[in-house]
């Protein structure tokens, strides 16, 4: 038992008595407080039970139903989580809080004559848990820190802050619940959230902001709480419009699926880009060059211009014929009102509506002219479906549809030189069209005669999305928290900008772990992109995950990336580096996860994508049950990850086998290597046969 605390009595069996005296008193609020919750939970269920009863109709009765599902899944104990992690005692100088004992854990709890058993950290109160110190007390006279196994309550730690005691990075408890074995989905950090992470996890809803965090700096759990604690501000305002987290892929969701439930947060949508752009199926592959024009930003000019070329000039008046009378509208109001609408650059079917809308005014005052009335709707709703009006229409604003427009792009040389003047090369327009000749080159694209009949590929999809912008008003977001977006193209940026126009965004990242062959070099170009110039950028560097020597062979590679980032360091001084040349890599692999087992925590495989199958092969042959990256927490302790597929990942012991084969298999591989020996935050096992690479040898 780790016990810390000051100026008890004298005697030594005095003081343990004392200690003792007090552990058990907290472990009996800790009761009380998890039996409070359970009639908070039993209380909400009962009313979701008899919800449709009291309610006055059947939509009101849907939403209540909603409403208290959700309080009911908020509500949510899990037995092995400790309900409390800390407590401020603040002193009798503080106006606010003098003689005020609050114990502070991951949700609100209230006793039956509504008074706080457990504040949520969340609330204004308890910013002083995270971010008083010796120097300023913030009006608390202790701060108590617990610790907890399994959920029971075994220690405590108090810092007398009015005395000038502070621990710090010193506190046992701290440092024990950072190093704590990583097993199974992320869990959340509200027990450790440090001063420069609260800050941000704390920032208005109107800011948007930018984290430059290098690896173990904590950028994706200070991202998640900023979402939790936004709605804990912004409760209603944000279940209408929303939060939505992304991140680069399933296996990353489904590691950090846990966290925002764990804190009571459970309608926070989790996507990744390919979700936000499935307007069609993919089902071709781009060759890279491709690719990389298809999600280079001057794709956006060329689509809106190539959408601007359909906008045509009436050629001839409008005649409808209505009964005994006959309504003509001239070529010169025809000209004014297209005029008027491409002014006002509306997306372009609300622009088409537009014009609709004001023919149909048009023929509405020569109808009321000469009827001396006002016609009915089911008039004014025919005559904007009359074939004159119709024809109209299809001359000067025709209909579009997203994947109709890039499809007719793509298909037709000539409108691409058209709408691409300038912008692309007759090279890289060649490219988009399929009619380059080199080996390997031309679109991945299988253009059918029809949008339909087309096989699309990844980039495809999202400049048909980048279409829709174009054509549709898009649904946005309150707020969207973007994970590993150093990554994002300039055209996956304005996906996201679409979706978060209104709102605000916090986008989390690391320039040194840029793989993509557009990846970022500058996040001012990607805030540019994502609709966000202003974002205030901030620098992470101090890391409480990965052990200090893992950082620094990793660190090795920075002058080598040619990105502009300052060096992580890290406090941690307990971690295991070893490098070792080996002749026979899959049975070393198979003796070094025998040996990493003997250790508590979880084991990742890591190795370039082709020897992913070879590796995990070798280890069921050897009796060693190993799990994939998108089943986190699904049993086994062994996980067998891709290069590719390990970025945001963590792990207590993991083992890289053959650097140099992960720096082979792609331009970027020694951005890649920096991602792989990153995801260790115990041990780092590195096996090789070749030479490593020279940045590390």
Known sequence: MSLHAQ????????????LDDELA???????????????????????????????GDAYTAEQLGRHLARRVA????????????????????????????????????TDEQGEPLVLDWRAPVSRSFYRASARDPQGLAVRRRFGFDNGGLTSFEDEHLDRGEEL????????????????GPMRDIVATIQPEQDELVRADL??????????????????????????????????RSKVLVVGPNRAFLAYIAAVLPALGEVEVEQAVVEDLVDRVAVRAVDPPAVAVIKHDARMAEVLRRAIEAYVGEPTEPIVV?????????????????????????????????????????LLQRQAEARRAESPSEAWLRRM???????????TVWPALTPDGLVHALLA???????????????????????RDSAPGAGSGTKLGRTPKATRWSAADAVLIDEAAGLIERPGGYGHVVVDEAQDLSAMQCRVIARRSEHGSLTLLGDLAQATAPWAATDWRVTLRHLGKPDATVVPLTVGFRVPADVLAFANRLLPALAVDVPPAESLRRDGVLEVRTVTDLSGATVAEVGAALAHEGSVAVIAADDAVQRLRAALTAAGIETATADEPGSGPRVTVVPATAVKGLEYDHVIVVEPADIVAAEPRGLHRLYVVLTRAVSRLSVLHSAPLPAPLD
């Open 25 to 55: 008193a907290e472990r009996a609020h800790l009761s009380d407080s998890r039996a409070a919750l359970a009639r908070m939970r039993e209380r909400a269920e009962a009313l979701f039970a008899t919800g449709d009863k009291v309610a």
């Open 384 to 394: 904007g479906r009359v074939q004159p009006v119709a024809a109209f229409l299809d």
């Open 168 to 183: 710090g990075t010193a506190s046992r408890i701290l440092t024990a619940e950072i190093e704590r074995p990583r097993v």
């Open 7 to 18: 100026h008890l009595p004298h005697s030594p069996q005095h003081r343990r008595s004392s």
């Open 412 to 434: 037709d040389p000539d409108r691409l030189a058209a709408a691409a003047d300038g912008l692309l090369t007759p090279a890289e327009q060649a490219l988009l069209t399929g």
């Open 321 to 361: 014929s209505d009964g005994s009378f006959r309504w003509r509208i001239g070529l010169e109001p025809l000209h004014r009102l297209v005029h008027e609408t491409r002014a006002e650059q509306l997306p372009y079917a609300l622009g088409r509506e537009r014009v609709r809308a004001r023919v149909v005014g």
């Open 74 to 109: 908020e509500l949510a104990d899990d037995p092995r989580t400790p309900l409390f992690f800390g407590r401020l005692d603040f002193g009798h100088a503080d106006a606010d809080h003098a003689g005020r004992r609050y114990h502070v854990g991951r949700r609100h709890v």
């Open 206 to 239: 109107a800011d948007s902001i930018c984290v430059q965090g290098a690896p173990g700096t904590g950028k994706t759990a200070v991202g998640l709480h900023r979402a939790a604690y936004l709605l804990y501000l912004h409760r209603e305002r944000l279940r």
